[in-house]
């Protein structure tokens, strides 16, 4: 055996020797990769949740506004009946009362509208919050995975550990979604 052989060989086994050392590299790499995949999904759900929650809590407020325009009206004609002469002063007594009735009625809508657009707020606010805490778990992975990958070029250990850390950290961001009530 020639030594320029025998000096390929020796390179050969010190290259597979620096391969298997970087398979957990790769395969946390990977497993990062589909983390970040999850994590995006589950954000850009939760931000379509949250849109999807604004539109309804808007509608609801317009339904509010419908009404609370209606009882206004409601309310200016049964005003404008008390100052008015009328020749049928029957007919607009009993326009009165049922212009009361509509009011009296109205009122406990309005305040029924109004929780429900409020409630309906507070699952915006809520999902919002969720979307942050997945964004920012998103962008944690992605850091984690950044830094790991170098680890490849460097062959330096502490870009594993560090980007390990990250990733931990977006891990952790991700499942507190879970902790918000």
Known sequence: MEANEAHELREHAEHGAHEST????????SVLAVLVAVTTVLGHRTHTEAVLFQNKATDQWNLYQAKKIRSNNTFLTADMLSVITVTDKAAAARLARTYADHQAKWAAELKEEQQKAEALEARVDHAEARANRFDLGEALLEIGLVITSVTLLTRSRIYWYLGMAFALAGIASSVSVLLLR
């Open 22 to 29: 970087m398979r957990p590299v790769a395969f946390t790499m």
